[in-house]
């Protein structure tokens, strides 16, 4: 599906940021070149049917990773995903890694989001010190993806408590739909 399509399809309440490794591309895969560059990776399993069908639901999607551009465009590109993602913040770029704000307050900014929006966003990244913790000082719902034992799984604290765990990457789509459909619900109730 081109960016067209994802036009064409119902958009959804809910967008969702996505880390990428160990999230979408399994880090144990990763093959780098002698600048540190990843040059391939395979996916995690299911992440790339998560991603595909997120994108054909009419999800709008985002990545929001730390690392080179280069390496994401290689891993991405390689797996099929690239063209699925509306926007793609990296940390090379933005100068900061994760949980920085400015990296989630780059991706709303670039999806033209504001503020009021915090409520419709759902970050899920492996990495409850980055990916949960971030977005927890932002405002944005935090979703673990628990599948790895490279991270801790327990929070240090309560900012890197998530509000939604899943331990594969198929769980998001079910986990998408009711928080879509409770988005929708509160929007017909306000009306």
Not at 92 to 121: C, T
Not at 153 to 173: G, N, V
């Amino acid at each position: 599906m081109n960016r067209e399509q994802k036009r064409d399809t119902e958009r959804k309440e809910l967008i969702i940021f996505l880390d990428c490794g160990d999230t979408i591309i399994d880090e144990g895969t990763e093959v780098r070149d002698e600048q540190g560059t990843v040059i391939e990776g395979r996916v995690i399993p299911g992440a790339d049917v998560m991603v595909r069908t997120l994108a054909e639901r009419g999800y709008r999607l985002a990545i929001v990773a730390d690392g080179s551009a280069q390496s994401f465009k290689n891993l991405l590109t390689q797996n099929q995903l690239y063209d699925y993602f509306e926007v793609l913040i990296y940390s090379e770029q933005m100068k900061v890694d994760k949980p920085n704000p400015r990296m989630f307050k780059a991706a709303m900014g670039a999806m033209e989001l504001s503020e009021r929006d915090l409520p419709r966003i759902i970050m899920v990244g492996n990495n409850l010190a980055r990916d949960v913790r971030g977005a927890n000082q932002v405002g944005i719902t935090s979703v673990h993806l628990n599948w790895t034992t490279r991270y801790p799984r327990t929070p240090a604290d309560p900012l890197e408590q998530p509000d939604y765990s899943i331990a594969e990457p198929l769980e998001l789509l079910d986990l998408a739909e009711r928080l879509n459909g409770e988005l929708q619900a509160g929007r017909t109730r306000a009306i």
